[in-house]
T-cell receptor
Framework: RKEVEQDPGPFNVPEGATVAFNCTYS??????FFWYRQDCRKEPKLLMS???SGNEDGRFTAQLNRASQYISLLIRDSKLSDSATYLC????????????FGAGTRLAVHP | GAGVSQSPSNKVTEKGKDVELRCDPI?????LYWYRQSLGQGLEFLIY????????KSGLPSDRFSAERTGGSVSTLTIQRTQQEDSAVYLC??????????????????FGAGTRLSVL
């Protein structure tokens, strides 16, 4: 079983749609969680951290369920510029910040 | 510079040749990481540096791969006798390194644009 699992997609949605991505992780001792965004042939960039209480940043909402070891990302009112691969990332904190990356979920927003 | 810098951006080499990839982290970041990303795949951890030492090199796929860091800054990843399966994008990231709760708070990793390695 992979340490961090994501649906690879692609998710093809029209502009304005709401889309949700899910992610599960296997190590219950994981300490912190993130969503990174990666555009085609570019480096990953931090989108947002994920907190147990859930957090929102504009059109983006992230949720964490520690009991189920499940992380989600909700994007409302999708824009063409949201088209990218979204990487679910878990920090296993093995004496240092060891980040484990999911393979990513590809989103394509069309007009 | 302001961000993580990697060079070269692209490298084409022949099978069996050695290659060196360079990473210049963000100034003041003591932690440095190397990852590999094959086409359509997620990031695969290779090695972690804290200062000039590498407490975790468990991700290096074979003894053909080595890395060093000097002056707590620039790092070089070397691949000897390259094979076609080494073709990938090699990404470097850097971050601060705190202790305890500060470690978690400062754990954002910033990535360079990567070196795209093609082994013919």
């Amino acid at each position: 079983r992979k340490e961090v699992e994501q649906d690879p997609g692609p998710f093809n949605v029209p502009e304005g749609a709401t889309v949700a991505f899910n992610c599960t992780y296997s190590n219950s001792a994981s300490q912190s969680f993130f969503w990174y965004r990666q555009d085609c042939r570019k480096e990953p960039k931090l989108l947002m951290s994920v907190y147990s209480s859930g957090n929102e940043d504009g059109r983006f909402t992230a949720q964490l369920n520690r009991a189920s070891q499940y992380i989600s990302l909700l994007i409302r009112d999708s824009k063409l510029s949201d088209s990218a691969t979204y990487l679910c990332v878990v920090n296993e904190l093995r004496g240092y910040n060891k980040l484990i990356f999911g393979a990513g979920t590809r989103l394509a927003v069309h007009p | 510079g302001a961000g993580v810098s990697q060079s070269p951006s692209n490298k084409v080499t022949e099978k069996g040749k050695d290659v060196e990839l360079r990473c210049d982290p963000i100034s003041g970041h003591t932690a440095l990481y190397w990852y590999r990303q094959s086409l359509g795949q997620g990031l695969e951890f290779l090695i972690y540096f804290q200062g000039n030492s590498a407490p975790d090199k468990s991700g290096l796929p074979s003894d053909r791969f080595s890395a060093e860091r000097t002056g707590g800054s620039v790092s070089t990843l070397t691949i000897q006798r390259t094979q076609q399966e080494d073709s990938a994008v090699y990404l470097c990231a850097s971050s601060f390194h705190g202790q305890g709760k500060e470690m978690i708070a400062k754990n954002i990793q910033y990535f360079g644009a990567g070196t795209r390695l093609s082994v013919l």
